[in-house]
């Protein structure tokens, strides 16, 4: 019975690896799909950043176009042309706002997508610690089996004693 103890002490320690191994994968899997998530957020960010000032790019152009055509017109004095323009001034000035806006969102995004790099970063570091602490428990539930594996040439070893004592005895006594 004294021997039970030392026994449960390697079991113990191979299920308390084993259940640490467990908790590292679900931890890493969650890691990776968070990671994916801030990755893919970011390229989406960028992307609407770029169209965002390719499309003011494109209305100052068209606004300094409209600037010298005006000019142009009032130099001329046609009236029906100034006409037409101020009819589409008010289309202007909505792509102006919408454009304002958009710009007003990506400055917002900006801080957003720092703080996303950082959260990817950091999520890096946490992914190689985690590796560093999976290969200890590796290691642990390694030495562990080998543990296992020592005890139980051990008590094979001593079963293998008490059944050649068994064998004489039961010789000794079938001799009398």
Do not use: C
């Not at 792509?95 to 950082?118: D, F, H, N, R, W």
């Not at 001593?158 to 059944?163: K, N, R, S, Y």
Request: no cysteine; charged share 25%.
């Amino acid at each position: 019975m004294a021997e039970t103890p030392a026994r449960d002490k390697p079991t113990e320690s191979f299920l308390s690896a084993e259940e640490a191994a467990k908790k590292l994968v679900a931890a890493l899997e969650s890691l990776k799909k968070e990671t994916e998530g801030y990755a893919a957020a970011e390229r989406s960010l960028k992307e609407s950043g770029e169209r965002i000032t390719q499309l003011a790019a494109r209305l100052e152009e068209l606004s300094q176009r409209s600037v010298e055509a005006l000019d142009v017109v009032r130099s001329v004095g046609g009236p029906q042309i100034v006409e037409e323009l101020r009819s589409i001034a008010p289309t202007l000035d909505g792509q102006s706002k919408t454009l304002t806006q958009q710009a007003e969102i990506v400055a917002a995004l900006v801080p957003k997508m720092a703080e996303l790099g950082e959260m990817s970063a950091s999520a890096n570091s946490e992914l190689t610690s985690i590796r560093g602490e999976q290969a200890q428990i590796a290691q642990a539930l390694g030495e562990a089996v080998r543990s296992a594996q020592s005890r139980i040439q051990l008590l094979m070893g001593g079963v293998a004693f008490l059944t050649v004592i068994v064998l004489i005895l039961v010789i000794v006594l079938i001799a009398r």
